[in-house]
């Protein structure tokens, strides 16, 4: 997995640059301050008046100028919190946690001198806690990074908007199916390479559908495509798989990546789950199913809420409408960070700093890396050191969020919902359900009084079969408390206590056992309150991110750190953006329920124009078909990240994505009916030898790249092929359960035939096989992923108890469809097509050996054959065939 990268901010540990800065500080000459000097300063301490003697006396020696020592310039309070090469020496608010205190108050410093006296050292701890006052008000407001410093590097190529280029004549044109193939085969004549030939028409299918929907082709798919000779058959199956509802979960499950989707909360050890996430989840698959535009998409993620007023619906309209809905629950991909807070969290002393600006950062990483490809998170501490982004920028990205999120007034996670329904629909469900309530409170009485009458009648009963002779003595005994009763009574009370006074659970079971009337009442009462149950109204709880009232102020956290906040600032975006459109967000009314700055922001990055939004997803749509995006670096178009191998294409796919609706299946027909799409991965020795000579990392694709399955679809794949595949869509995640061994699989009694990505995902406990096929633990999100190769991997699929299931399933399967030649169709249904007769001559001498052995071992002919079948298709689902798509 790429992790951009998802690490929480702690203060770093003193380094000996500092500590050598601080001797400086501490070992120049002190000057007089009398104690009522320091007492009448502690009233009201400033920089200037009172911390700026003293520093000037021990350190502008070394600490001043154009070039201070060790980068350290102590002349003004925004040098102070700047700091030098060794980071900030000072945290606002807190001295006991800022190094020069530490230093200080232990007399470490200054070691060539006579330690701080008394009040020198309170002056400068009293200043710090109450919060580094200045005589200047514009201090703070000095150290801002000015604006301009967005505009230093706008001229980098993926800062300005993309311009469709004309599209380039090749010599090969016979080649050239679609402008895609233009560019890249000009881009392979320039090196004198051309592209390889065309893969064989069962490779091409079995890599479309791994692609599109994750499965793959069934043995009739794979024949009934052979058998069509028409000019546009390929082009009738891509469209066949974009059609299918199985698309959106396998390109879903891409977006949920970069969106950091798990159904747990992260952070803490109890890695809580979290019961309503997976709506989000099946809002992206419904997205992706519909080919929803892409700018729309983006829109109701970011500001779903704003976008379609759901605080106007939700106040006057009957009925919420499922647009409304749909939009709001987008908005859940702005809680897919880990965020483990709780109600008991305000007690916690910073907890803002702890708990709840990590969630914003991981928020704002996981939006510019998914959107727009940016490094956004390495400008929180600092301005970004090679893309020019300003410290600045970051916190005004940040405040477009900060009416939501408001570290200050934090929601607990599990609060943090709103219902799917109007304040009309709940005020009726509420009328309605008191009925209901009030309904059942009656059952509930008069089944309590049927209960009461048939209680004493067991007692009377029971009583009556006492002997007259001590029945009274009995009833004496039993009236009385324990300690009042005599040791005769005391006898009677134990033996007889349970027979007439029997508990309330006894009373359950004899009571509809010895009362055939008290039965019929009883189950009677059961129908009556299951149907006034049936009759409730419940609406879903959503996920979603919604805005806060009242004023909220975004402070510039100095060192990114939230116990030094600076100075505050407004909404924005970043300038280094060549954006026609401007960001424009005008503050709302006073009784506006949400600021609309999220939607200003949503339809800033969604413009058509905008230079990153199109080419990012355009370049993450082309790494999932060719495993490498034209861009390499998806998570960062910045200046570190890697030049695109085509320029021109790259910027004719954004233009066309845009001019086409923001359509996402455009562009993979495009792609996918492209000559370059269905070339070889294999070529002969000496194409290959040259090829690699000019271009080893096949950066202009000269061959198409094999691949391996991702986790996802390999676990689908073996599901399919076993007949055990169930493809219900939608609804709660299956839960998964460590065993005690320690692999992490599904917990019992739980349907583990359903498609992964409906699969439970728990940042602390993913699933054993998933996780060794290398799915994405979830720190924060997840850009490309890793495609290693380990022997734990091959162990999954030789020794799983569920591997071995499924193939013993597979094995019936086989044996079912394909009784008179099973081998065969084992090969078909793996492989996705024929084998060849040296590859059946293997496998039937395969199945033999290991019949015979089962047969030497005691098992009957007909036993040893299903094992031994059973154990062919074990090999085939592990086979690097089956395992890899070509």
Known sequence: MKKTGGKHFQRPLPTLNLVLILGVLCSMPTIGQTAEDAGNAHAKITFEEHVLPILKARCVKCHAGAEPSQGLRLTTRRDVLRGGESGPAMRIGAAESSLVWEKLASNEMPKDGPPLSA????VIRSWINDGAASVNSAEDESNEPHDSAGQQLNDHWAFRPPVRPQVPTVTRGDRVRNPVDAFVIAALETKGLSLSEEASREVILRRASFDLIGLPPSPDEVRGFLADQGDLAYERQIDRLLNSPHYGERWGRHWLDVAGYADSAGVLSEDRPLPTAFRYRDYVIRSFNIDKPYDRFLQEQIAGDELTDYWTAYEQLDRLPDEVIEAVTATGYLRCAPDSSRPDFST???????YFYPTINDTLQIVSSSTMGLTLQCARCHSHKFDPIPQTEYYRLQSVFMTAYRPKQWIPQMDRKLLAASASQIRSADEHNGKLDSEIARLNNEQASVRTEFQQKLLNDRLASIPELIKADVQNALGKSADQRTPVEMYLAEKFQAFLQPDEQTLDK???????????????????????????????ELRALYDQTGPVVTPLLRRGDALTPGPPVEPGVLTALATPIRFEWFPPAAEAKTSG????????????????????????IWQHHFGVGIVSTPEDFGTLGSLPSHPELLDWLAREFVESGWSIKHIHRLIMTSSTYRQRSHIDQVTQGRSRELDPENRLLWRQRMQRIDAEPLRDAILCAAGL???????????????????VTIADGQNDRRRSVY?????????????AHDQPVMETNCTRRTRSTVSTQALTLLNSDATIAWSTAFSQRILQEAPDSPIAYAAIVAWSRDATQEELALLNDFVTEQQMRYVSNGESPETSRSKALADLCHMLLASNEFVYVD
Request: charged letters at 30%; hydrophobic letters at 40%; glycine letters at 4%.
């Open 119 to 122: 009040e020198e050292k309170g």
């Open 348 to 354: 916690i002393k910073n907890a803002d700093a702890q």
């Open 510 to 540: 004899v009571l509809p056992e010895t009362f055939v009337e008290y039965r019929a009442a009883v189950e009677q009462h059961a129908v009556a309150i299951a149907e006034q149950e049936r009759q409730r109204i419940a609406f879903d």
């Open 597 to 620: 700055r999220r939607l200003a922001f949503a339809r800033w990055l969604t413009q058509p124009d905008h230079p990153l939004t199109a080419r990012v997803m355009v370049n993450r």
């Open 725 to 743: 595949l169930d493809r219900t869509m939608f609804g709660h995640p299956v839960p998964v359960a460590r065993r005690a061994d320690g692999e």
């Open 759 to 771: 699969t439970q995902i728990l940042r602390g406990n993913p699933l054993t096989m998933l996780q």
